[in-house]
């Protein structure tokens, strides 16, 4: 089993990626540290819990970390994930278990007292780069760092060329393209937008006799009327998961090594410029991935859901 923190900002598709994760045998989830993005980290640690407390057997704890982006005001996404971050469907919040505090101190003690931690980001980076200006000697213990973010050759996702996470917070999103010791694996738009679910999925998972089903149902229907009025999309595309299903498994997506900044203000804040022409000749910071192979990833979500429905 690989040891792992994820952070993360639930929101829809984060909680379908904590769902493929707590359903995933390879993994030894040691907490959920969130912070804020898609709504604020509170309440971003409270659909966590009620996500796993739901759904998982085991005692994962989860933390709040910080409540706002190291020099921006906060901006949620709560007209894509709906005001609740899970749909607007209002889901009480009936656990006995509290959340914790201190995600950004969980983080690092846990890199300190382990010597093998990934760390897979769903969300802005503000919690990572907190913990790396606070410890960054504790970094040297971690393994991979996996990133949902950034957009290479795509379109943004609120602005021209901004995706969420880096734009919600740039300042934390360059700190750690530039500080971390290790390679970050950039789980961008150009890889993450191939992952849709499409009607014919939705009615099948709807068919499903499970209260699992029932849930994925009820939390995506916000997201599916939000593609149809923006995009014009039937479906919708779901983010976070892929980060999750490439840290399992390396085939889902690939790309190449690059170094990467992250635009911290003006038109293009929250880019991720990556210098795939090397003009800049400094060391890759960062596996930018490009290409995915979507419906192996849709075979591995659906199977590890709902595993005795789907075989290929
Ligand atoms: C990212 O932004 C959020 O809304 C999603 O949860 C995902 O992490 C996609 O840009
Ligand atoms: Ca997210």
Known sequence: KRKVIIDCDPGIDDSLALLLAINSPELEILGITTCSGNVPAKMGAENALYTLHRFSNENIDVYVGEENPLKRELVTAQDTHGEDGLGENFYEILINKKIKCGGVDFIIETLKNNKDVSIIALGPLTNIAKALMKDKKAFNNLDEFISMGG??????????????????????????????????????????????????????????????????????????????????????????????????????????????????????????????????????????????????????????????????
Not at 155 to 172: K, L, R, T
Not at 177 to 198: A, Q, S
Request: proline fraction near 4%; charged fraction near 25%; charge should be negative.
């Open 151 to 312: 957009a290479f050759r795509i379109h943004g996702n609120c602005s021209p060329v901004a995706e969420f996470n880096y734009w919600v917070d740039p300042h934390a999103a360059d700190y750690v393209y530039k500080n971390l010791p290790k390679k970050i694996h950039m789980v961008g738009l150009d890889v993450t937008r191939k992952i849709v679910l499409t009607p014919n999925i939705i009615e099948f998972i709807n068919r499903l006799d499970k209260d699992l089903a029932k849930y994925i149902t009820q939390i995506t229907r916000f997201y599916i009327d939000f593609h149809w009025e923006q995009e014009g999309i039937i479906g919708c595309v779901i983010n976070d998961p892929l980060a999750v299903a490439y840290f399992i498994n390396r085939s889902l997506c690939s790309g190449f090594e690059s170094y990467v900044e992250i635009v911290e203000d003006g038109i293009a804040m929250g880019q991720s410029v990556v210098d795939s022409f090397n003009f800049y000749k400094k060391e890759p910071n960062s596996v930018v991935l490009t290409q995915t192979n979507e419906k192996e990833f849709m075979y591995m979500f659906l199977k590890r859901l709902f595993p005795s429905h789907v075989d290929k």
